[in-house]
T-cell receptor, first 112, second 114 residues
Framework: QQQVKQSPQSLIVQKGGISIINCAYENTAFDYFPWYQQFPGKGPALLIAIRPDVSEKKEGRFTISFNKSAKQFSLHIMDSQPGDSATYFCAASEEGAQKLVFGQGTRLTINP | KAGVTQTPRYLIKTRGQQVTLSCSPISGHRSVSWYQQTPGQGLQFLFEYFSETQRNKGNFPGRFSGRQFSNSRSEMNVSTLELGDSALYLC?????????????FGSGTRLTVV
C-alpha cells in the first residue's frame, strides 16, 4: 500500500513535443505529491508538487495533473527540450510520516 | 545560499568494514533525511532526523544507523559492509518538520563495496 508505481521506465520524445509520465498510488492517506528531476551525478531536484485538493498545477512548461478518484497523477512537460533529458521521479507522502515514497523513475530522452 | 553538502563524494570500502557519511544541511534547515538509491530498488528511505531526534526509520537492518548534531549536521554509519550496500546515499534537508515537504537533496555519496 506504500508503493507508488511509475510508468514508463524510459521515454523518448522529439524536441518540441509533449512528455508525459504517469504515477499511481494506493494509499489514500497520501497528501503531497512532488516530482523530482535528476541529472547524472546529481541529487534529485524538486520540480513541482501538488496537494490532492487541486486537480492541476502548472509551473512554466511543467504541469501536474491529479486524479484523486483514480489515485493517479502525471507530469506533462510541454515543448520538451534536450536540456530536459534526465530521470524523473514521482513521489508521495502522508502527514506525520516524515518520508517520501518514490516511484521507480523514468529516463527521459529528448531528441534534438 | 549554500546547498546541502555531502562528504565524501566517493568511497570504496571492503566487505566487513564500516563507513561514515556526512551531511551538512542548508543553513536553518532542521530536518535531515537519508535515502539509498540503487538501480534495482530505486530511492528508499533510510531515516529522518529533526532537532537531533530520529523520528522515522525505513526498513533497513540495524547495521544502518545515523545521528544528528545540535548544528543540524547529520552522519550515517553502515557497519559490516556487504556488497549489496553499494549505492548512492542521498541526504535531503527541509525547513519543515519532515513529511518530505520541500526537500533539497545533496549530490550524494557514491559508496562502492568490493
Amino acid at each position: 500500500q506504500q508503493q507508488v508505481k511509475q510508468s514508463p521506465q524510459s521515454l523518448i520524445v522529439q524536441k518540441g513535443g509533449i512528455s508525459i509520465i504517469n504515477c499511481a498510488y494506493e494509499n489514500t492517506a497520501f497528501d503531497y505529491f512532488p516530482w523530482y528531476q535528476q541529472f547524472p551525478g546529481k541529487g534529485p531536484a524538486l520540480l513541482i508538487a501538488i496537494r490532492p485538493d487541486v486537480s492541476e498545477k502548472k509551473e512554466g512548461r511543467f504541469t501536474i495533473s491529479f486524479n484523486k478518484s483514480a489515485k493517479q497523477f502525471s507530469l506533462h512537460i510541454m515543448d520538451s527540450q534536450p536540456g530536459d533529458s534526465a530521470t524523473y521521479f514521482c513521489a508521495a507522502s502522508e502527514e506525520g510520516a516524515q518520508k517520501l515514497v518514490f516511484g521507480q523513475g523514468t529516463r527521459l530522452t529528448i531528441n534534438p | 545560499k549554500a546547498g546541502v553538502t555531502q562528504t565524501p563524494r566517493y568511497l570504496i570500502k571492503t566487505r566487513g568494514q564500516q563507513v561514515t557519511l556526512s551531511c551538512s544541511p542548508i543553513s536553518g534547515h532542521r530536518s535531515v533525511s537519508w535515502y539509498q538509491q540503487t538501480p534495482g530498488q530505486g530511492l528508499q528511505f533510510l531515516f529522518e532526523y529533526f532537532s537531533e531526534t530520529q523520528r522515522n526509520k525505513g526498513n533497513f537492518p540495524g547495521r544502518f544507523s545515523g545521528r544528528q548534531f545540535s548544528n543540524s549536521r547529520s552522519e550515517m554509519n553502515v557497519s559490516t559492509l556487504e556488497l549489496g550496500d553499494s549505492a548512492l546515499y542521498l541526504c535531503a534537508s527541509s525547513a519543515s518538520q519532515g513529511g518530505g515537504y520541500g526537500y533539497t537533496f545533496g549530490s550524494g555519496t557514491r559508496l562502492t563495496v568490493v
